[in-house]
Nanobody
């Protein structure tokens, strides 16, 4: 079993920053593909960023240059640093993981078997 937990999100003004954390039970996250997704009201869940613990990161075009995904092995955590936030970043953000995917090449939500419960991020203009 893999249990994921996102940190509390928050509310910021345009141009502000937030950092989200995703932690997993045990050391499973260290050998997994970990991704951040987001879902705005009335819209599909979309990939934001993903990280392969063994090395490699990827970003959606809409966040590249503004968001940074990173890991802290000592804390068994993956982070999403969000800078230069815009109102269209407003969404519920989810952490997802696939311990078996060592390619970590997909944003498709259906491919990820483990999910956190989601955390709200709100950006006001």
């Amino acid at each position: 079993q893999v249990q994921l937990l996102e940190s509390v999100g928050g509310s910021v003004q345009t141009g502000g920053s937030l950092r989200l954390a995703c932690t997993a039970s045990g050391d499973t996250i260290l050998s997994a593909c970990v991704a951040w997704f987001r879902q705005a009201p009335g819209k599909e869940r979309a990939g934001v960023s993903r990280l392969f613990v063994g090395g490699g990161t990827a970003y959606a075009d809409s966040v590249e240059g503004r968001f940074t995904i990173s890991q802290d092995s000592a804390k068994n955590a993956v982070y999403l640093q969000m800078d230069s936030l815009r109102p269209d970043d407003t969404a519920v953000y989810y952490c997802a993981a696939d311990p078996r995917d060592y390619s970590c090449a997909f944003f498709a939500a259906a491919r990820y078997p483990y999910w956190g419960q989601g955390t709200q991020v709100t950006v006001s203009s």
